[in-house]
């Protein structure tokens, strides 16, 4: 994939465009980088356009100026949409990346073709209790990284991944996070419960390991339920599902997108049928 920076901006991006219809966007975890997907971008490649960016803070996204915050993701994100002239696209988050990806269709619903959302909440309907427990929970985490990034490391990749393969390759991303970088992280709570729940315009997969925490099983649970959207709970996998599993994320995703291109062809020619009998 080509490594691109966004004008006047510390983004760091990265483009495979093979001249497809459709476009693809993955926001990846927190604490790691884009290449968590290279499984996706294997399997997707020639099959989708893909676009990939580093989150604030994470992989090349570093060189920021003073102002530069994480609330500013969605803006920057439809500057590189327009500077490629994409007019919409799939969007996928796993973990820190979903929330990225709905506050992106809070703000530019029109863009967004379908949300999948892994290891995720619902930032428009997050419990205040639920909320708290895992703010309290990130903090005992960045304590350990406070002293010492390997520790953290050693510590976090135990509670991303659940194969050895996936928290080695997990471990090694994140061995590489800055200390510094954590500064960024405390304006998430500002994209949380800032926009009021809505019905979509767009269809929405969400999911989760069965080795994740059971809290964010509840949660993938619920918001499956009151969304009624497509759910998946991934067999031998911990949080980060794509790493853990990447051939039955892969296959999972890919039948989602299929079905999306199939209703958005369903609305067209229900559309075509009304006009006519007008």
């Known amino acids: 994939m080509e490594n691109l920076y966004l004008d006047d901006s510390p983004i760091a991006y990265y483009i495979d465009n093979t001249e497809c219809k459709e476009w693809l966007v993955f926001f990846h975890a927190a604490f790691v980088d884009h290449r968590m997907f290279e499984k996706q971008f ?26 530069d915050n994480i609330e500013m993701m969605s803006e920057w994100t439809n500057r590189i949409l327009q500077k490629h002239d994409i007019s919409a696209a799939h969007f996928v988050g796993v973990s820190l990346g979903s929330v990225f990806i709905q506050d992106f269709a809070n703000k530019y619903e029109n863009k967004v073709l379908s949300l999948s959302c892994f290891g995720g909440y619902d930032i428009n309907n997050f419990d205040a209790a639920r909320q708290k427990a895992n703010s309290k929970s990130q903090m005992k985490m960045m304590l350990k990284a406070l002293f010492s990034i390997k520790w953290f490391s050693k510590a976090n990749k135990k509670i991303a991944a659940y194969t050895s393969e996936a928290q ?14 954590f500064r960024y992280l405390s304006g998430l709570q500002k994209l ?68 999306c291109r199939g209703e958005k062809l369903r609305l067209k020619q229900i559309k075509a049928t009304a006009e006519l009998s007008r």
Not at 44 to 59: Q, T, V
Not at 168 to 181: P, Q, V
Not at 245 to 250: D, I, L, S, W
Request: glycine content about 8%; proline content about 3%.
């Open 168 to 181: 080695t390759a997990f471990y090694n991303l994140n061995i590489r996070f800055k200390k510094s970088s």
């Open 42 to 67: 294997d399997y997707f490649s020639g099959k989708y356009n893909l676009l990939a960016i580093d989150i604030l803070g994470h992989g090349n996204s570093i060189h920021a100026k003073k102002g």
């Open 192 to 259: 949380v419960n800032k926009y009021p729940k809505k019905q979509r315009r767009y269809e929405l997969s969400v999911g989760c390991g069965e080795h994740d925490m059971p809290a964010e099983i509840e949660i993938v649970n619920e918001w499956a339920e009151y969304e009624n959207c497509d759910k998946t709970i991934f067999k031998g996998a911990g949080h980060c599902v794509n790493m853990d599993v990447p051939q039955e994320f892969n296959i999972c995703l890919e039948t989602f997108l299929r079905k």
